[in-house]
């Protein structure tokens, strides 16, 4: 397991569409977040799981997204009814505890609105 | 204001140059500080962690003021390889339970030959 994965690497939607994102966190990291990173801007947080149980949500995260994390593993973002404004890059972060030395960021996912 | 703050840049220097990024922070209570580098269209690595007493890794020195809530990050003898977008980060979380971080915005530097 050589690090965090994200799949798609880029997805371009039109609005209005649904779309999903996966991550796979480095195997014995029980927590995983998701962030959303703007041109031009930091990347913001949205939501954390620790093992299956989400524990913390952004109030960036409107109610047309929705995050899972079933089994403790890999988590999904889905975006339903996409808006321009959703266009950015998702990125995905692991890390055992709340160890910050070990937070690892995947390589995300584009999402491009149009 | 915005919980952490960063001149947006680009600082634009030449090979050799010496540069200092600054960073503010708004929540006097946060316990965990960090600098990531981010490349053009790549995820942010961690460069460093951030301490009171000061901290050197190499070419970079991290330097934390609690009392102004200020935080830096100095670059010497840069090279090209240094250009990036560096991001000033901060745990909020008392004892850093949580581990979700505030990315200020970025500072991008460009190292020219």
């Known amino acids: 397991d050589t690090g965090v994965s994200q799949d798609p690497r880029h997805k371009i939607t039109k609005r209005g569409q649904n779309v999903t994102f996966r991550c796979d966190p480095i195997s ?12 031009g801007q930091g990347p913001e947080f949205l939501t954390y799981f ?11 995260l409107s109610d047309r997204f929705s995050a899972e994390r079933p089994k403790g593993s890999f988590s999904t973002l889905e975006i339903q009814r996409t808006e321009q404004g959703d266009s950015a890059m998702y990125l995905c972060a692991s890390t055992l505890g709340g160890t910050i030395r070990g937070y690892t960021f995947g390589s995300g996912t584009r999402l491009t609105v149009v | 204001r915005k919980e952490v703050e960063q001149d947006p840049g680009p600082f634009n220097v030449p ?6 990024f600054n960073c503010t922070y708004s929540n006097s209570a946060s316990q965990s500080f960090f600098w990531y580098r981010q490349d053009c269209r790549k995820e ?46 901060v745990n909020p979380q008392v004892g850093g339970s949580q581990g979700n971080l505030i990315f200020g915005k970025g500072t991008k530097l460009s190292v020219k030959p």
């Not at chain 2, 090979?15 to 200092?20: H, K, M």
């Open chain 2, 44 to 89: 942010p690595k961690l460069l460093m962690s951030v301490y009171s007493s000061g901290n050197e890794d190499g070419r970079f020195t991290a330097q934390l003021n609690r009392a102004s809530q200020y935080i830096s990050l100095l670059i010497r003898d840069s090279k090209l390889s240094d250009s990036a977008t560096y991001l000033c980060v």
């Open chain 2, 15 to 20: 090979e050799g140059a010496t540069v200092a």
């Open chain 1, 28 to 39: 014995e990291h029980n927590r995983l977040y998701w962030y959303r990173q703007t041109l």
């Open chain 1, 50 to 60: 620790q093992n299956e149980a989400q524990l913390e949500k952004s109030r960036l």
